[in-house]
């Protein structure tokens, strides 16, 4: 192809006819141009196109018009590695962005891959390039459009002539895409220690991306390749480039009691490697398989209680909490030495694996760990299991009250933590009182401590919470001290017209009051959005709050359905407002049958896995029961759980329907939830994940007993 017609057309095409992901796509021309231009220019236009037509991994309308301008760049010898790169991230994908949930993978060949599918006689050629990086380059791309014909003859060809270790990898890769068997068989002979270590693990991964058993070669195969990642560092694949949490991941997912054993075999093995090197990817790995798996905590315990000095090994002990308990004794020898930093993170993991060990050591420290006063807090511990009381700990808690400045997020931690204990905290009365005049966040303590207190306690707690005029907060503990809403009313007039945010703060507290902000209800009714406003986020949310709250202070279905369809109709323009669909289903459920003129809406969001467990709940309360299909609600719910969509939403509801509502089908797809190694939660937040997944598991079994 030469350079000089590579992009011919371009100025004719219709740019703004298609999309990307900044919008109409006028702006790709130039990027081509720059592109094929070469020099730093070009850089800085390859980075723009993966921006706007594969951005993180979405692709757009845009893309595919793209696709035959980049192979024509890369087949005339202009930046051709890096645009074979854009070339395979494209094919990769899996279907246009369509503005709220994205692309599918089923069906027919997405169009952008069908796009550079289309370019494959400008590609092709490419395998037998002199330069080895392109030739890798190359075999990416050509994989990843998943075309048997033309592409799995001339990956054969090449893979047959092919004497670069690197490239015969990617080569190897490439024809797993299109010959799982066919690239297993070629893998077999390659997993011995003669074979070149870029090759050997390609061969691993073709034999387990093909299913194959795995062998007592594969373990010692990895073994060998320890630390892998360097191995794998010139892969395109990047979900392949941590070779060691790949491997365990994909024998994790087979879900046999065999390959779970052969993971953490490897994965123990690694562990206590004497290289910190392979230990760091064994750690990382053995995090990553402590999310997929139930039974991983259990029998990699052994191996990472003996690493507490590594700071990977001590966050994921605190993501295990009570279960990582073996590892106790370790963790509180390290929290007790005399460097912050570590002790602080080894405190901090102590307090979720075992808190009433943490507690003195916490104490004697206070002001010092930082991170470890945040577990303790509750920020990273379940709602329900509050720190557990320590006078040596309440004493350092009210000391640290008077030492005048505290750093960061201190004084809400230390208040937090006064508030869980509630009456027991009531010596820390005094030093509470004296800092909230500055600290008005104080207020949910002091009424904490002061509500169960004799006379004088109270008054003296009410006193002070009046001295902090216009402060939410305040007026709320002072209500919750006295009974008197007269404060509170007052301060909330006042929020309910300052701005949606500030609404939907005031109105949730109106909510509480019920009856007794009767007072309100015109302020409320005036804070809801006018008739064309945008529909955001806040606003919905505050109208939706409105609603809830007029429902609990008059108790009038016929004022506030209306405002609940309005919040749900709108709600359903988008990805965005899925949360909010979720609270208006539930406010709806609070109405009970008074909501039964919402059932159509209702049913409407049982197709939407995000929304059917908050639908099945509004509809089991608010519908005609004779009416339900009660197999159907199931079916929504059971699908949301299956799907992660809304785990606890989905608990929920499968309690509520009880197993009677389920067929024989249902009941052992439940079963298996509930009982099954893999984690239903898995995520970014990996302790989190891991808690809720045992919580969830704990009410799927209740209800599959039931």
């Known amino acids: 192809m030469d350079l000089a017609h590579a992009l011919d057309g371009l100025d004719a095409h219709p740019w703004a006819s ?45 893309s595919a018009d793209a696709v035959p301008y980049l192979a024509r760049i890369a087949a005339a010898g202009c930046g051709t590695v890096e645009v074979l790169g854009l070339l395979g991230g494209l094919a990769e994908s899996e279907g246009e962005w369509d503005g709220e949930r ?5 069906g027919p ?21 002199g330069s080895a990086g392109v030739r890798q380059a190359a075999a990416w791309a050509v994989g ?50 003669d074979t070149p270590a870029p090759l050997r693990l390609a061969a691993v991964l073709a ?45 994790l997912l087979r879900e046999t009691p065999a390959d779970r054993d052969a993971a953490y075999a490897l994965l123990d093995r690694a562990l206590r490697d004497e290289r910190p090197e392979v230990r760091a990817e064994a750690v990382w790995a053995a995090d990553h398989a402590c999310q997929l798996s139930r039974s991983a905590p259990r029998r990699l315990l052994p191996a990472l209680a003996q690493l507490v000095a590594d700071p990977d090994v001590v966050h994921l002990l605190g993501n295990l909490g009570p279960a990582a308990a073996e590892a106790a004794p ?56 509050p720190f557990p009381f320590d006078p040596a700990l309440l004493a350092a808690v009210r000391a640290r009250l008077t030492a ?23 010596p820390a009365l005094p030093e509470l009182c004296a800092v909230l005049p500055h600290r008005p966040e104080a207020a949910a303590a002091v009424a904490a401590v002061a509500v169960d207190g004799p006379a004088a306690e109270r008054d003296r707690a009410a006193a002070a919470l009046r001295e902090v005029p216009g402060s939410v907060a305040a007026a709320r503990a002072l209500y919750d001290l006295t009974g008197d809403p007269e404060a509170l009313l007052g301060v909330l007039a006042d929020r309910l017209v300052a701005g949606p945010y500030a609404v939907a703060e005031a109105t949730r507290a109106a909510a509480d009051l019920g009856p007794g902000a009767l007072s309100l209800a015109p302020a409320l009714r005036a804070a809801l959005s006018a008739g064309g406003a945008p529909d955001t986020s806040p606003v919905l949310e505050a109208d939706l709050a409105v609603a809830d709250a007029l429902w609990r202070i008059t108790g009038d279905a016929a004022e506030v359905v209306p405002i609940l369809d309005g919040v749900l109709r709108r709600a359903d323009d988008g990805a965005w ?15 009970g049958p008074a909501a039964r003129p919402l059932t159509a809406r209702l049913d409407g969001l049982l197709a939407d896995r995000v929304k059917a467990p908050a639908a099945v709940l509004a509809l089991l309360a608010v519908a005609d029961g004779a009416a339900l299909d009660r197999g159907r609600l199931a079916e929504a719910a059971l699908r949301a759980a299956e799907t992660e969509s809304d785990l606890r939403g989905a608990g929920e509801a499968l309690a509520a329907l009880g197993t009677t509502a389920l067929d024989d089908g249902q009941r052992r797809r439940l079963a298996d939830l509930a009982g099954r190694d893999r984690r239903i939660v898995g995520g970014c937040f990996a302790g989190a994940g891991i808690r809720d997944d045992e919580a969830l598991r704990a009410l799927l079994a209740a209800v599959a007993g039931g």
């Open 18 to 62: 298609v999309s990307h992901a900044y919008g109409p796509a006028e702006d790709l021309p130039g990027l081509l141009r720059a592109l094929a231009a070469g020099g730093e220019q070009a850089d800085e236009a390859l980075a723009e196109l993966y921006s706007c037509i594969l951005h993180q991994g979405s692709v757009y309308t845009a």
């Open 102 to 106: 994205g692309g599918g993978g089923e």
């Open 109 to 129: 060949p997405a169009p952008v891959r069908a796009a550079v599918v289309g370019q494959l006689p400008l590609l092709l050629p490419l395998l037998a390039d």
């Open 144 to 193: 990843q459009t998943r075309a048997v014909e033309p592409a799995l003859p001339a990956l054969r060809r090449r893979w047959a002539s092919e004497t670069d270790p690197v490239v015969r990898g990617e080569l190897l890769t490439a024809l797993g895409r299109l010959d799982r068997s066919g690239a297993a068989a070629e893998a077999g002979p390659l997993l011995g220690e």
């Open 207 to 251: 034999g387990l991306d093909a299913g194959e058993p795995w062998t007592g070669a594969h373990h010692a195969a990895v073994l060998a390749l320890l630390p892998a990642d360097p191995v794998a560092a010139d892969r395109y694949d990047l979900d392949r480039r941590e070779p060691l949490r790949a491997i365990t991941e994909e024998l």
């Open 330 to 385: 370790g963790l509180a020898a390290r929290a007790a030495q005399a460097e912050d930093g570590p002790a602080d993170e080894a405190l901090a993991a102590l307090v979720l694996v075992a808190p009433r060990t943490a507690a003195p050591l916490l104490a004697r420290a206070l002001g010092r760990r930082p991170r470890a006063l945040e577990a303790a807090a509750g920020q990273r511990a379940p709602d329900d299991a």
């Open 404 to 426: 005048g400045q505290l750093g960061g997020n201190e004084h809400h931690q230390l208040f937090r933590l006064v508030r869980q204990w509630g009456r027991a905290a009531a």
């Open 577 to 591: 407002f899925d949360r909010t669909a979720v609270r208006a289903a539930r406010v709806a459920a609070l109405l």
